[in-house]
């Protein structure tokens, strides 16, 4: 088997949806520097992702969509119809100068990944993840949905088992959608509950096809590890699949300020860990993530589990140099706490483990085991 393949580009370096916007914040391309910096990435096993064509994305996306979104990135305006039927030039997805491209790239960077797991490997795309995207509209900072073009390239490859896992704190109503019904795709998600997009209910199975698990808001790393061991690694194995997609939204630990989960980052590297050998093929995609310094510690770990390199317990002069010129316009970047510029590792968030975790826990596992 290959050596696990990072798939990255420089677009993410300056493109910005807006400075007041959430993605206003350097993401990509930090992580790309630690990794550099500590040795973890070379021409061996990084690759340019490339921009999607049109006719890729039509396997989602409508064409008079895709028209619209390059038309709007060339003239940087949108009609006030083309806002309210494709829900572009909103405040959630703004006009601003790549924004087609931007995600056009993730989107080539996620079917391009696939299509490099044909026989069997790793790849590691973190921009990747937009998994509210719709066929006709943008939906939630997600102007393309990356994960379900990715899959449906995995399907044209004749895999007939595929296990979606997304642990980003909001619920992937596009994906679900996309996949709604279906016996080749498996949907596992752990989300927020009562957060947007309100989607993802416990009793919502999108026709046998989902196992939805709502968490309350305090989520801390001993329950994630029991709803990785009572849910995720056996509803994936119990699916025998021959590929796993993992979404690895970084809005699930306690320093984000867009959710209220309570998770180090600890709970998605061994997710990382746990998944990789549960089938021939893993594609590892980024997602939600809206602390500059969680963000890129968290997907620097993630490129170093899927590699088997060892996390170091202080980073290195250069390292905490990419951390230290991170700029945040909220409050807690404003005297940041000295662990966020020297490690990667966050101190372990243990806490008791709620009985209507495991109450709805045990509801999921009865679906499993039929």
Not at 186 to 207: C, D, K, Q, Y
């Amino acid at each position: 088997m290959q050596n696990p393949v990072f798939l990255g580009s420089e677009i993410y370096r300056h493109s910005t949806y807006g400075s007041k916007h959430p993605l206003a914040i350097p993401r990509v391309s930090t992580v790309i520097d630690i990794c550099r910096a500590l040795g973890w990435l070379n021409s061996e096993n990084y690759r340019i992702s490339p921009c999607a064509k049109p006719d890729a994305l039509h396997a989602f996306h409508t064409p008079d969509y895709i028209e619209i979104l390059q038309t709007a990135e060339k003239s940087q305006v949108v009609t006030d119809t083309e806002r309210e039927k494709y829900a572009l030039g909103t405040l959630s997805n703004p006009v601003f100068p790549e924004m087609y491209r931007r995600p056009a790239t993730a989107a080539g960077g996620s079917m391009l990944g696939a299509e490099l797991i044909r026989d069997g490997g790793i790849v590691f795309n973190p921009a990747g993840g937009t998994h509210h995207g719709l066929p006709s509209r943008a939906n939630g900072f997600c102007y393309l949905n990356d994960p379900v073009l990715a899959i449906l390239t995995l399907l044209r490859m004749g895999m007939g088992r595929v296990v979606y896992v997304d642990i980003d704190a909001h619920h992937c109503d596009g994906v679900e959608s996309a996949f709604q019904g279906s016996d080749k795709v498996r949907m596992i998600s752990v989300h927020e509950a009562r957060r947007w997009p309100f989607t993802g209910l416990l009793n919502n199975h999108a026709g046998g096809a989902a196992w939805n698990l709502p968490v309350a808001k305090g989520l801390n790393d001993d329950e994630f590890s029991v709803i990785l061991d009572q849910l995720i690694l056996p509803t994936t194995e119990a699916f025998r699949p021959q590929a796993i997609v993992l979404q690895c939204g970084a809005d699930a630990v306690a320093e984000d300020p867009l959710s209220r989960l309570a998770l180090s980052n600890n709970s998605h590297w061994r997710t990382i860990v746990q998944l990789r050998d549960l089938a021939p093929r893993l594609l590892v995609l980024g997602g939600g993530g809206y602390n500059p310094w969680s963000v890129a510690r968290l997907w620097s770990g993630v490129w170093a589990m899927l590699n088997g390199f060892e996390i170091p317990a202080l980073l290195d002069a250069q390292s905490q140099q990419i951390l230290s010129s991170l700029n945040w316009n909220r409050a807690a970047g404003r005297k940041p706490p000295l662990h966020w510029f020297q490690t990667l590792r966050d101190a372990p968030n243990h806490g008791a483990i709620r009985q209507e975790l495991l109450s709805d826990l045990r509801q999921l596992a009865v679906r499993t085991s039929r």
